[in-house]
């Protein structure tokens, strides 16, 4: 029982992650303002968990 919730978490936390990456990958290519460089590494940095994850890479 407890391995069959432990898969279900991370299924859900997996899958909460690949949403909000992909609303910063769309966020990272479509703004307007904040153009900076220092901005493309803040987008960086919070998709590499999201990449790292989907490479099944701990």
């Known amino acids: 029982m407890l391995i069959w919730l432990h898969e279900a978490v991370h299924q859900i936390y ?6 909000f990456a992909l609303l ?4 990272l ?3 307007k303002t904040r153009t900076n460089w ?3 590494i803040i987008y960086a940095y ?3 968990p999201f990449l790292l994850r989907a490479l099944h890479i701990k």
Do not use: N
């Open 14 to 19: 997996f899958i909460l992650a690949a949403v």
């Open 24 to 27: 910063l990958l769309r966020g």
């Open 29 to 31: 290519f479509k703004r």
């Open 38 to 40: 220092v901005y493309d």
């Open 46 to 48: 919070t998709l590499i």
